[in-house]
């Protein structure tokens, strides 16, 4: 099956840093979803991006899907950052395969 | 509306007591799924159910036992569990098919069995 990888395991960042988060998939997907994990076990969408860019606010997001890998790029981190970053691709049967997730921590 | 409603947000029970989780999405999709979440571990996929139908169950024990009445709602009865059952249980639905197959999660039922 499809083996999807992120990377780091875990950052720790000051408040206002910029950070780069990775997601490598090992096969062809029909989709590509980042999720951020609140505190409070909240999964929230960010980004559905099969391919191509897209921006929200502070946060963007690149999917190479020739090149099978995604990149989270967060802008001037807050505090209401922190949390766990899954990727998570859809495989032909259209179920998701998560990665192990980021753990970012902001420190203010 | 892009919002899925679960219910409990959090629940204690024994051993020997019967409860059930409760989901419910407004976004006429057509596929509904309950994840199992431990601390520090992505979701894993439990049931899915596709047409109100159940599709597809990941060899979950019967002590959990899937219900969709109808195609906004999900149940999940819970009975005689044991505490290694202590977990974050999340619903998630999407629409079936066509190109935009996104996902939206419900917040949570954070389940403390003792």
């Known amino acids: 099956g499809i083996q999807v990888e992120q990377s780091p395991p875990d950052l720790i960042l000051q408040e206002g840093a910029n950070s780069t988060l990775r997601c490598n998939f090992s096969?062809?997907?029909?989709?590509l979803q980042w999720f951020h994990q609140n505190p409070w076990g909240q999964l929230i969408n960010l980004f559905y991006?099969?391919?191509?860019?897209k921006q929200n606010g502070r946060l963007s997001a690149t999917t190479v899907a020739t090149e099978r890998y995604s990149l989270l790029y967060i802008s001037s981190s807050q505090t209401t950052d922190s949390g766990v970053y899954f990727c998570?691709?859809?495989?032909?049967?259209?179920?998701?395969?998560w990665g192990a997730g980021t753990k970012l921590i902001i420190k203010p | 509306d892009t919002e899925v409603t679960q219910t409990p947000k959090h629940l204690v029970m024994g051993m020997t007591n019967k409860k059930s989780l409760k989901c419910e999405q407004h976004?006429?999709?057509?596929?509904m799924y309950w994840y199992k979440q431990k601390a520090k571990k992505p979701p894993e996929l439990m049931f899915v159910?596709?047409?109100?139908?159940?599709?597809i169950n990941e060899s979950v024990p019967s002590r959990f036992s899937p219900e969709c009445p109808n195609s906004s709602l999900l149940n999940l009865h819970l009975h005689a569990l044991q505490p290694e059952d202590s977990a974050l249980y999340l619903c998630?639905?999407?629409?079936?098919?066509?190109?935009?197959?996104?996902?939206?999660f419900g917040q949570g039922t954070r389940l403390t069995v003792v």
């Open positions: 991006i099969p391919s191509g860019t």
């Open positions: 159910y596709s047409y109100e139908k159940l599709s």
């Open positions: 976004m006429g999709h057509r596929a």
């Open positions: 998630a639905s999407s629409p079936l098919g066509g190109v935009n197959t996104e996902a939206f």
């Open positions: 096969d062809s997907v029909n989709n």
């Open positions: 998570a691709v859809s495989d032909s049967n259209y179920q998701l395969i």
